[in-house]
């Protein structure tokens, strides 16, 4: 305990001392501009960070927009050509941090140079800044880990309806902090042109963390999952629809994806470098998923989806935890447990032609009030709005 608080103590004076001595050149370059610092996780531009910096520096190039990435993303050479790109870590990423007025981040806290949390609240605490919550996907269970006194986000961003009533009732954020304004990316699910590809993408669990790979193999997750890309009934009906099946398991299943296989032309294991989310879920003509926050996103452009959930009762109880939103009351589409339920499913959906159902198209137009692209756009007005 005693050693943990000494490290701790000598990254934030390691912080300090470094940004006292990149405060005068710092003040010298930057002083007088409205500087915003955009991102994401920190290594990718795939997100709401990346959609709202491209729309910045589109439209509003009055606004000193600088998005933090790192030198060896696989995503570099498609957001550098928009200019004022940031090498996380790096001197000018430290100069700019300590004078951005505004941070707008799709995950928190990757928009910091520093580990330290102290030198975090320090700066913001210094500089008045303000943090803009882009989010990475519509919320439907209560999260903790966002509310109001441990995020402490100035503008927190939502994609739904019902999530804004929930997360604004909730979460301890007041009136103006929570707003519903549609997440940055649904601005790009327009001039849709699907193909005859059926995406399987589930989430992450995260008790793996502390497991072995040897015991995520093993685990129901992977069996089931694995199971599903073998079976020769999955491969049957890709040859007689005609149509692909791809499945990209979640960011942080993804050093996992060696555990999946499928000795089949038509089944296609996805890995992050190769594969970006949002063309998948664009080109995609249906989706089975488990928890993911995806599904969202394809309700969004009004396609077909299914979730297959295995593992209801340990997820609930060990992760999702009860929100607003049911799965079964609330979702896109309709929800199994058994592996030949779900081929069932797809095989009845390919034989309509992957139409969604008028059952499932009301409830998403209930969920999506605001359906349009000025996402983005209402974003930046909401923004302006932040004193500082």
Known sequence: MVLGKIVKLIKFSHAI???????????????????WLVCERGNDARDNGFHMFRYLRQNHPEIDAYYIITQDSADLDKIKGLGNVVFSGSREHWM?????????????????????????????????QKIVFLQHGVIGNDLPLYHQQRSGFDLFICGAKPEYDFISSSFGYKNNEVRYTGLARF?????????????????????FRDQTEEEVKDSLYVRSWQSLLKNPELAKLA?????????????????????FSSDKKRIIIADYKHYDVQPLLKESCMLVTDYSSI?????????PLMYYQFDEKEAFEKQFGHGYFD???????????KEDELIGLIDGYLKENCSIKPFYKKRIDGFFPLHDNHNCERIFKEILSLEG
């Open 17 to 35: 001392t470094k940004r006292f001595f990149l405060l005068p050149r710092a003040r010298a370059k930057y002083s007088g501009k409205h500087i």
């Open 96 to 128: 700019l941090y300590i004078m951005a007025e505004k941070i707008l981040t799709a995950f928190e806290p990757h928009f910091c140079p520093s580990d330290s949390h102290s030198f975090y609240k320090y700066v913001r605490r210094k500089n008045n």
């Open 187 to 207: 601005d790009a699910l327009y001039d849709i042109k699907t193909k005859r590809q059926l995406l399987i993408m589930p989430t992450y669990r995260k008790w």
């Open 239 to 259: 040859e007689e629809h005609d149509i692909d099946i791809i499945f990209y398991p979640h960011q942080l299943m993804q050093k996992y994806v060696s555990l």
């Open 295 to 303: 599904q969202f996103d394809f309700a969004y452009m009004t396609k």
């Open 327 to 337: 799965y079964r009351k609330n979702g896109f589409g309709e929800v199994v447990t």
